[in-house]
């Protein structure tokens, strides 16, 4: 009969003289294991800005935009919507680009502090014919690294190796397009559109 409460005296004093066993977050800082999944952080020097991370976020918390004007793509996480499910670094293609952090915690009250986002700009590369963006500085200078040799074969990873030697001129634009706007830093619609009226 009093076995029982004998042990639930004893369980009692020696959780009342013992550490706790919880942490002590918020008051006291919290570190977390080393496998811990917090939220992303971009590494400038690495991401190439492809968006490969904003189009495979389950809850569409990396945005991107690019602004044709200034040249300059910018992709954005939102920590307030991010869910810390670790797809923007699995899918991230250079493996360094973007990575999970052990920052876990937004740390501020109002949704659109500035605390509450991570952002990296690259430069945009634009087609020269219709303005559209083709792709990041970045992304065509790793796209040719990967493809070696054969990068020479394609004239829009031509011309950006060949800026790192001089500067290509203006091009002029012409009432149609023609067979040599080929050797231009152009999308693929106006390439298409190009090589479909050269043969038509």
Known sequence: MFLPKLREVTEALKSLFSAPYTTKFPAGA???CPEYRGFPKYFEEHCVGCGTCAQVCPPGAIEMRDDVEKRIRT???NYTSCIQCGQCEEKCITGEGIKLTQHFAVSSMKKDAP??????EKKLVACELCGEPIACRDHLLFIRERMGAK??????LLLEIQKEFTAPGPANPKARVRREDLVKQ??????H???VADEF
């Open 115 to 120: 605390e509450n986002f991570e952002r990296v």
């Open 193 to 195: 559109k190009i090589v």
């Open 30 to 32: 919290y570190t977390p």
């Open 151 to 156: 990068a020479y074969a394609h004239p829009t």
């Open 186 to 191: 152009i999308c693929p619609i106006c390439r």
């Open 75 to 77: 992709l954005e996480i």
